[in-house]
């Protein structure tokens, strides 16, 4: 049964990793780029002075602070790894390719960030919290789809990340029999 799921996932994966989510991204990266002037470019010297600021002092998260938490929630092992492996294999193509896809990317991520900010909620200490779900739900108006949204990624990091991550097997995963 478990050799049945993982075969399903990898044909869908195989599938919607090359080609579709390569042209999703490019074709997304290539409408916020221009739907927003190259802002990725425009404001890249601005963005440098503003990460190198002393914060002042009503700040309680320096830009530099925010933008360490940034990256860390972005970059990950299998960005390394798959860095590594497409150098390994594409050779300095793959560098070109990746560095351009890395400007055009750029913009969907300032999309994201900015949507991020203007639908975040507060609670009553005055802590922030929101995300994807948020702008979906009250951006979109799609509550159904957010709430899809929010259940895949649940599932994505209960079992899609770690049951890889550790390495089980079929006999160890004796509770999906």
Not at 16 to 31: D, K, R, S, T
Not at 140 to 169: E, S, W
Request: net charge positive; hydrophobic share 50%; charged share 15%.
């Amino acid at each position: 049964m478990f050799d049945f799921i993982t075969g399903l996932f990898q044909s869908i994966d195989d599938v919607m990793y090359y080609p579709i989510l390569i042209i999703v991204l490019a074709a997304a990266g290539l409408f916020f780029t221009f739907r927003t002037g190259a802002v990725q470019l425009r404001l890249f010297g601005t963005a440098c002075k503003l990460i190198v600021e002393k914060p002042s002092s009503s700040q309680k998260v320096s830009s530099f602070q925010a933008l360490m938490v940034s990256t860390a929630s972005r970059i990950g092992t299998g960005n390394i790894v798959g860095v590594s492996t497409a150098i390994c294999l594409g050779g300095p193509g793959a560098c070109f390719w990746m560095w351009l896809m890395c400007i055009i990317g750029a913009s969907s991520a300032f999309i994201e960030s900015t949507l991020a900010q203007i639908f975040k909620q507060r609670n009553k200490n005055g802590n922030s919290y929101g995300g994807p779900a948020y702008y979906i739900e009250k951006a979109l108006h799609l509550p159904v789809i957010a709430a899809v949204f929010c259940i895949f990624l649940i599932a994505t990091y209960a079992f899609g990340f770690k049951a890889r991550d550790i390495g089980l097997d079929d006999s160890e995963l004796s509770f999906w029999k």
